[in-house]
Structure formats: structure tokens, C-alpha cells
């Protein structure tokens, strides 16, 4: 029996998995099935500097070399070393990902199937699975996080499977041949912080209210009116009240309207011979809205959050 080939860090090499005693049902391909491109495409595609040609494979089951630590990588591996690597990555919590040919069977609230072809399949330690195509940005095929991954050579094809109980579905993908395997040992805990927001720019103002007008004073921030809250309340060196509408992005006749509502109740609400400012705090407006603006006596001032 042929010693499984070896890969750097990680996880100790993997042995061959036991083949699955139960026989798969076999599917018709779907509308992606066959060996053949669909029209308008094949094997060798037009690419900026000249033909992309897929490359020749390496010798089947190397390893990459200098793998950095917590990384484990076959190329080109058969099927029971393939499936070797992704169980032990799985056991691991790690990151797992295949590509190479396959065909995509899904069985749940409905029924879909999609014929061979190269497909990219990444399986997460939070039980979320994803199968791309070279095509988008959404996947073709995906199980969400909770799901129980699992992975079998059988007949000589690498099954990956990805399942879940409430509802009851299974995303099954059975590689004839696996070009690349991997599984990464993921240190992750940071989360995206949103700049540029309106919160950001009603900061700015409030650090330095100059950026509207030079005597400008901040009295309130969601100050209650009946037409809803105030971004910004305050007074003018004048010792008027100037009402502050943000946006952090282009806005159109709508905001317009919003800020003369809100100027209207304050109106109403101060005594009916009290005068109001109202300003557009935005990075710009449209050719309407300025129109709008000047029509209804509000103003504007342009701002970045």
C-alpha cells in the first residue's frame, strides 16, 4: 500500500479514510453536466496579455513546501488523502477549502443539482459551507453556520458533506479529482468597524462647530420636535435657532423636504414669529435639491463625515 504523502504544520499527516459502505444514488447531470464548456466558453479563455491555459498538473498528493505554520496544503492528492486532510482540518477547527472537479447535489425545503465542473468549496469551523464558481461573488451552493461537516473517499471520488437537522438539509459535493486541498489554522477576532457614518460627522460637528459657521453653538443633538428628531439644535451668534439635518452621502429633494418639516415645527413650536434656520449638512446635494434649498429659504453646507 502506498505511503499518503506528507504536508507541513499543523496536524500530523493524514491516513487513508475508510470508503462509505453505502452506495451513492446516482443523479443525472444537471444543466451545468458534462465534460464539455458551455458555448462561449472552454478550457482555454481569452485573458488580458493572451490565452489563459489551464496549467499541467504536478505529481499527485504534493505537499506545498514551506507551508507556514498552522497551514496544511496537497496538491494534486488522491481521494483518500484529500478526504484525510479535510477531516483532520475539521477535527481541528480549522479553515477548509478544496477545488477542483465536481458535481453539487442539495436536498432540503426544495432540490437542485448541479452537473461536474470547477468549483472552489471552502467549509468554515462555524458549520457554514460555500461552493464558488469563477463567475460572482455570491456562492452557487451554501449551507449556513450550525451545520455538521463531514468527508469520505468513496469509489475513488473525495464526498464532502455538509448537513443540518432544523430544517432537515444536506449539501452533498462528490470531487471525481481534487486539484488542491488546505486547511488553515484561522486567528480571527476582529470586526469591521464602519467609518464615514452620519455619527461621524455629527462628531465632527460637535468637536468643532466652526465646520458650519464660525459662531455657531450646539445646544442639543435629537432634540424632539412633532415632526420627528433634530440631528443637531443650536443658535447662531445672532442668537437664532439653527436646525441641522446630516447626511453622509449625496442627497436629493427628500432630505430637503425633511429639513423644512422639521424647521416648520419648530416654528410652530417656538411662537409663530421665531426664526428658524435650517441647514443641509451633507457632502453634496443634487442640482434639485439646491434648487429645493433656495426655494424654501433652507441652506446648506457641505461636509465629509
Known sequence: MATPPTSGGGW?????????????????????????????????????????????????????????????TLTAPDAAS?????????????LVALFGRCTVDYEGRAASELGPGDRHVMLKPDGAALVHTDEGQQPVNWQPPGCEHDCRATEGATVVESRRTSPEESL??????VAHAAAFDVSDHETPEVIGTEADLKRRILEEPSLVED?????????KT????????????AGRTVVLELKRRRVGPDAVGQLDRYVGALRRDLH???????????????GRARALLAERGLEF????P
Open 172 to 177: 452533498v459535493v462528490r470531487f471525481s479529482t
Open 226 to 237: 412633532p415632526a420627528g428628531a433634530v440631528d443637531v439644535y443650536g443658535e447662531d451668534d
Open 301 to 304: 453646507v457641505p461636509l465629509t
Open 272 to 286: 409663530a414669529d421665531a426664526e428658524v434656520r435650517g441647514v443641509l449638512v451633507a457632502p453634496s446635494v443634487t
Open 215 to 223: 459662531g455657531f453653538t450646539p445646544l442639543a443633538t435629537e432634540r
Open 82 to 94: 484529500a478526504a484525510a486532510l479535510v477531516t483532520d482540518g475539521l477535527g481541528a477547527d480549522a
Open 12 to 72: 500530523p499527516a493524514p491516513g487513508p479514510s475508510a470508503p462509505s459502505s453505502a452506495p451513492r444514488k446516482e443523479r443525472s447531470p444537471g444543466r451545468c453536466g458534462g465534460s464539455t464548456p458551455p458555448a462561449g466558453r472552454s478550457s482555454t479563455q481569452s485573458r488580458p496579455g493572451g490565452a489563459f491555459k489551464r496549467p499541467t498538473p504536478l505529481p499527485r498528493g504534493v505537499p506545498s513546501d514551506e507551508s507556514p505554520a498552522g497551514v496544511r
